[in-house]
């Protein structure tokens, strides 16, 4: 168990609807990512919240969004949902400063009909 | 930005053997380079990480050696166990980028009993 926990696992929705996939990060981690791992590729990152801020931007659309609340808990929308929007998505956290290893969550699985 | 090369893309040993896996990176500030492993379906795990002070790091079986001159670190594997199978992902990162990893695109790892 890494501590860091998102839900849901997986969620099966169509296409053009919206979800939120939410992510609570280790206990005194302020910062949070999130990447999306599509079938067989490797790890994009997609955003980093540090402290309730925006830190990175990655490779994210601009149908998806995030955002990380007062309590550190960040939720990832991702809207207007395509086909190539099915993926495993991962949140993952670190502690405070620089060279800190990224532990990751179970991920939550999207599925898009 | 950073980019970080991984290769080879799959490796298949016998049990017993071992395995190599390299990764080349482009920003000399980097200082920080974690690996990890990732089985079908289940989130990345660190397994071992080094800082760019240090030039070779253990831990059992599993060794990351760092060159910084060349810019390229890789990861070894001694006697490798069927358990062993999975895919492995080198990063890059600096403190000054707020932790922000650069991921290598994987190399799948199959240990042959």
């Known amino acids: 168990d890494s501590g860091v926990t998102q839900t849901p696992k997986h969620l099966i929705t169509a296409t053009g609807q919206r979800v939120t996939l939410r992510c609570s990060p280790r206990?005194?981690?302020?910062?949070v990512y999130w990447y999306q791992q599509s079938l067989d590729q490797g790890l994009q990152f997609l955003i980093q919240y540090y402290n309730g801020e925006e830190r990175a931007k990655g490779n994210i659309l601009e149908r998806f969004s995030a955002q990380q609340f007062p309590d550190l808990h960040s939720e990832l929308n991702l809207s207007s949902l395509e086909l190539g929007d099915s993926a495993l998505y991962f949140c993952?956290?670190?502690?405070?400063?620089?060279?800190?290893?990224?532990?990751f969550g179970d991920g939550t699985r999207l599925s898009i009909l | 930005g950073e980019n970080v090369e991984q290769h080879p893309s799959t490796l298949s040993v016998q049990e017993g053997d071992s395995a190599v896996i390299k990764c080349t990176y482009s920003d000399s500030a980097s200082n920080y380079f974690p690996w990890y492993k990732q089985e079908l379906g289940k989130r990345p795990q660190l397994i071992i990480d080094?800082?760019?002070?240090?030039g070779e790091k253990k831990d059992q079986r599993i060794a990351v050696t760092l060159n910084k001159t060349a810019k390229h670190f890789s990861l070894h594997i001694t006697e490798t166990q069927p358990e062993d199978s999975a895919v492995y992902f080198c990063a890059a990162s600096r403190a000054s980028t707020g932790n922000q990893f650069y991921f290598g695109t994987g190399t799948s790892l199959t240990v042959i009993p």
């Open positions: 080094i800082r760019s002070n240090v």
């Open positions: 206990s005194g981690d302020l910062s």
């Open positions: 993952a956290s670190s502690a405070t400063g620089g060279n800190q290893p990224q532990h």
